[in-house]
């Protein structure tokens, strides 16, 4: 079981819990939201098989390319709730993949979270390594077991990353979620939601002119 999913959902309810609601998200302005799911995608996909190249330099890649992405989306979204937390979550990661080539996982930790450490090993996951010697920061790798039915090794930015995530949908329920002042990019420009003014919905060049009349009173 993903251990996002059961963030999200513990996050709900946990808001539920705090009389907030789901249709405060309506009101959400969030701006490059392609930079999240492409950031998502990286992290599922399973490397590709690319001519002669190492598929643990692709995974590799793909893992930096994700938190790189997710980096993008969190910086220009920074008025969201927990943003900080979550971006420390992600340098942290970012950090030791890159130093390691991968991200190196504790061996006695994969066995407790009902995994095989031989498997991986083997190469079972060219996106992660079992941490050895050799490992430069492996306090910043995958060490902390989460044993079954989730069954995962998570590393201390992964807590922090999960965490941000949870208090920043608990955040939002209840209400308390600062406004985003970027004008919406024309790139990425998600949702707007039911309640969203008339003038986001215009091109850049005419957005400021509208806003002005529709504050002033004089808009048609």
Same mark, same amino acid.
């Given at each position: ?29 969030? $701006? =490059? =939201? ?51 937390? +979550? #971006?420390?979550?992600?340098?942290? /990661? ?5 130093? /390691?080539?991968? +991200? ?7 066995? #407790? ?66 406004? /985003? ?5 024309? =790139? ?6 039911? $309640?969203?003014?008339? $003038? ?21």
């Amino acid at each position: 079981m993903s251990p996002i999913v059961v963030v999200l959902v513990i996050a709900v309810l946990v808001g539920f819990a705090l009389r907030g609601s789901l249709r405060r998200f309506e009101r959400l302005r969030i $701006h =490059w =939201w392609g930079f999240a799911f492409g950031g998502v995608l990286l992290q599922v996909l399973p490397v590709p098989t690319v001519g002669g190249l190492d598929s643990s330099v692709i995974g590799t890649a793909m893992l930096l390319g994700s938190y790189l992405l997710l980096l993008v989306f969190l910086t220009v979204n920074r008025w969201i709730p927990a943003s900080g937390i +979550m #971006t420390i979550g992600l340098v942290l /990661n970012l950090t030791v993949v890159g130093l /390691n080539g991968g +991200m190196p996982v504790n061996a006695s930790a994969i066995e #407790t979270a009902g995994g095989s450490a031989s498997l991986l090993a083997g190469g079972a996951s060219p996106k992660h390594h079992v941490a050895g010697d050799d490992d430069l920061l492996p306090f910043l790798g995958d060490i902390i077991p989460v044993p079954r039915p989730i069954g995962v090794v998570l590393s201390f930015g992964d807590l922090l990353l999960y965490g941000g995530m949870g208090w920043c949908v608990v955040q939002i329920m209840r209400g308390r979620s600062r406004e /985003n002042p970027r004008p919406l990019a024309m =790139w990425f420009p998600a949702y707007r939601g039911k $309640h969203a003014p008339a $003038h986001w919905r215009l091109p850049a060049r005419y957005r400021a002119d509208r806003a002005e009349a529709e504050r002033s009173g004089t808009a048609p």
